[in-house]
C-alpha cells in the first residue's frame, strides 16, 4: 500500500523535518552539491539578505527552451536551475531558491598573519571573495555594487561606526 509518485522520483528525493515532507531535488547542478552559495539579488522582504551563506544540498533542471518561455512571459528571468540550499543560520530545512538569487561562494584562507593590512588576524583564518568581481574582502565598493552593499552593511553593523 502506497501513494508514491514513481514518476516523481525521478526529479527528486523525499526527507522529513520535524514532521514536514520536503522534497529536494536530485540533480547535480551547475553548482555542485556541497558547494558553498552566498545569496544575491535579495528581495527586501526575503528571509536571507545579500550575503547570507549556505550549502547546495539538491537541485532540479537543468530547465528545457519551453520552461524558460514560460516564465519569460510570467515575467520571472529565464532560470536555468532550482537549488536547495541549507542556510547557515536555519540548516535543519533545505529551502528552495532559483539560480539567479545564489553565486558560488569563495573564501581565500591564510595559515597565520594576514597580508592585508586593514586584518590584525595573526593565527588561521578566512576572508570572502566577492561573486561578481573577485575582489578579497569585498574591497572594490567604488566600482562593484555587490562589494559596495557589503560595505555598507557592514558599516550599518559596526556600533563603533558615526555615519
Ligand atoms: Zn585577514
Ligand atoms: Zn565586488
Request: hydrophobic share 35%.
Amino acid at each position: 500500500m502506497t501513494n508514491r509518485d514513481y514518476r516523481r522520483e525521478e526529479f527528486f528525493r523525499s526527507e522529513w523535518f520535524g514532521g514536514k515532507e520536503v522534497l529536494i531535488g536530485l540533480a547535480e547542478g551547475a553548482i555542485p552539491n556541497g558547494a558553498r552559495v552566498v545569496k544575491v539579488n535579495s528581495k527586501p522582504d526575503d528571509a536571507h539578505q545579500d550575503g547570507a551563506l549556505g550549502t547546495v544540498v539538491g537541485a532540479l533542471g537543468p530547465a528545457n527552451e519551453e520552461v524558460k518561455a514560460q516564465l519569460r512571459g510570467w515575467g520571472f528571468p529565464p532560470i536555468e536551475w532550482i537549488y536547495w540550499v541549507r542556510w547557515d543560520d536555519l540548516p535543519e530545512i533545505p529551502v528552495a531558491i532559483s539560480d539567479h538569487r545564489i553565486k558560488r561562494h569563495r573564501e581565500i584562507f591564510f595559515e597565520g598573519a594576514c597580508p592585508f593590512l586593514t586584518c590584525l588576524e595573526q593565527g588561521a583564518h578566512s576572508h570572502p571573495i566577492c561573486p561578481d568581481c573577485g575582489a578579497v574582502k569585498y574591497g572594490n565598493p567604488f566600482f562593484c555594487p555587490t562589494c559596495r552593499k557589503h560595505l555598507e552593511k557592514e558599516l550599518l553593523n559596526d556600533p563603533g561606526y558615526r555615519g
